[in-house]
């Protein structure tokens, strides 16, 4: 009770503060989000200088790596001992690891820093949003949507056009420190400002549960990074790796029914509402990445659109998404009600990915902007409500490992949805330019069926049409196995039962399974 009279005692002081602290959450996710994106555009001119073209993917691999499998254990550290600390610390480990990245001299050590890098990167969104969890009620948090949504779009689509303006007018270094003096504000800003309670929990940190599901995570992300790639997908290699990740999930899994203070506490999947939301933001992870992925691809091999502005080719969608998630937050806020979104938005998605999936070589821009559109009205139903509904599930204490739980889940579905949308856009593709190219358009797309400009351009008219129409037939695949994939969270979403928001006011929460989250209310505001 003793921090509901704080709130109470200095209304004129609380609003302010949270808007001070929010600017500085905004900022951190801007972080978080822009990194890969801004990086990616910078590759070429890294290698030019570093050399290692082999070791190229490996850039981006350690980073998410590092990032996914740190995700889990920075929420609960947050839960142990205090939000703030752990915050600001990884935050600390993200700006070292960027300065790092920035100086490296060759490319085995930008692998190493971009390793630490990521290790910070994993406490960012989980960070962010397990701080909003604890400053404002799930009831107020609709408000915020928006914001959130707008961080994310802005980042999509000024992530590639930033990432080549550093690059062409201060060099490949300053995508790394750019990221300095904006995480220097932001800490500023946090520890100013931001008052939380400390916490010190005196059970220790499960450290057989933190190397177990670091191994099955690790795992995981290498067979969907490699799989189709590297290594074939029956190679001893991505076996192995199977059984591995599988072996240490299923021991990680039974270890938490007996360690004292479980990494990931295995009750807070009884809530059916959580589950619920982690297999709906599995869903929009692996669906939201893929699109990401195919549809600038598609733009610019078939409808001739500029690679320069590849960010921009995705406005449609993430204008939608944005539209629709301060919609969907503002009903939420006024009425308590949420339900509505997880449906509309499942159903949304599928007619969407499946309106994709009809795209041809003779399809126009205004059309396939408009089918984008769709996918984005169904996105922006479900970025946000996943997480709030997740949140809302759980207790207060087990806030960061809810939030860093539902990130997680959908950082894994992103890279599912990467992996395996890839395998069959790659094997549609090579079959497509065999049957209309022959051993020409075997070799073609013999090392990668996704061609830059340059290599398109270089094309003789024939194969140049060959591949495109090969092109049209990989994403038709690969977005047809997306809206199906779409059927499941709309089953989810079905099931999803109606819990009062806490800080809904007088409204009575409905009895059942999730009811006993409703008891810490007032501690929470």
Sequence with gaps: MADTQTVETKPDKQPKSVRVVLLALMITMMLAMLDNMIVGTAMPTIVGELG?????????????????????????LGDMYGRKATFMTSIVIFLVGSALSGMAQDMGQLI?????QGLGAGGLMVGVMAIIGDLIPPRERGK????????????MIGGPLVGGTITDNWGWRWSFYINLPLGVVALGLISAVLHLPKKRSKAGIDYLGVVLLTVGITSIVLVTTWGGTQYAWTSARIMELIGIGVAALIGFVFWQTKASEPVVPLHIFRSRNFTLMSIIGFITGFVMFGATLF????????QGASATNSGLLLLPMLGAMLVTSMVAGRVTTNTGRYKVFPVIGSTLMIIGLYLLSTMDTETSRLMSGVFM????????????ITMLVAQNSVEMRDMGVASSSTTLFRTLGSSFGVAIMGALFNNRVQDVMSARAGSLGSKITEKSA???????????????????????????????????????????????KE????????????PGEDEAVQAPVVEAV
Excluded at 481 to 491: D, N, T
Excluded at 499 to 509: D, I, N
């Design 52 to 76: 290692g073209l082999e070791h190229l993917s490996w850039v981006v691999t350690a980073y998410t790596l590092a990032t996914a499998a740190s995700t889990p254990i920075w929420g609960k």
């Design 112 to 116: 190493g820093f971009r390793a630490v």
């Design 144 to 155: 915020y949507q928006g914001m959130m949504a707008g961080v994310m779009a802005l980042a």
């Design 295 to 302: 549809l600038p691809l598609y733009q610019q091999s078939v």
């Design 373 to 384: 559109a769709v996918v984005g009205l169904g996105m922006g139903c479900l970025m946000q």
């Design 450 to 496: 996704q061609l830059d400009a340059k290599s398109l351009e270089k094309l003789p008219a024939a194969a140049r049409e060959a591949y495109q129409h090969a092109v049209s037939a990989g994403t038709h695949t690969a977005f047809l196995l997306g809206s199906v994939v779409a059927v499941v969270a709309l089953i989810a979403a079905v099931f999803v």
């Design 499 to 510: 819990v009062a928001l806490r800080g809904a006011g007088p409204a009575a929460p409905e």
